[in-house]
């Protein structure tokens, strides 16, 4: 059912510093940007072989972003793996009694499906399957 890891994101204060860094200490290129306007986020991705480091800073104090660093510091938010369907697989992860973030899939950054699972249940790794 996992295909792959899509993306490991990390939560940042300052995006356009932790951009920077990346370009400058691995000649990094950023692939994609977009505002997540559902999650309170603004992300940058840089490609990384077939799979992504997606730099996640909030817009607001009541992004769940926020809270992470609030809560944690910067650092690694979620890993997200690619799935084939993410509705298969988030009720799969429901069936078998795990806790589901995301009741149902949703739109997620360029175009995709996702779902997020409950940390609750993965050992502590929030967890988001993408569908592309």
């Not at 400058?24 to 077939?50: K, M, Q, T, Y």
């Not at 769940?64 to 997200?80: D, L, T, Y």
Request: hydrophobic share 40%; proline share 5%.
């Amino acid at each position: 059912m996992l295909e792959e890891i899509d993306h490991v994101g990390i939560a940042v204060n300052d995006l356009e510093a932790a951009v920077k860094f990346y370009e400058d200490a691995f000649g990094a290129v950023v692939v994609h940007r977009e505002v997540i306007e559902s999650d309170g986020v603004e992300e940058a991705l840089i490609n990384v072989a077939e799979s992504y480091i997606q730099l996640l800073t909030p817009m607001h104090d009541e992004s769940p972003v926020a809270k992470f660093i609030a809560k944690r510091g910067e650092g690694i938010h979620h890993i997200a793996y690619r799935v084939d369907s993410c509705a298969d697989a988030l009720k799969s992860v429901v069936s078998h009694g795990y806790e589901a973030i995301d009741p149902l899939p949703r739109p997620g950054s360029r175009g995709t499906t996702v779902a997020f699972i409950s940390p609750k249940s993965s050992f502590g790794t929030l967890i988001e399957l993408v569908q592309e």
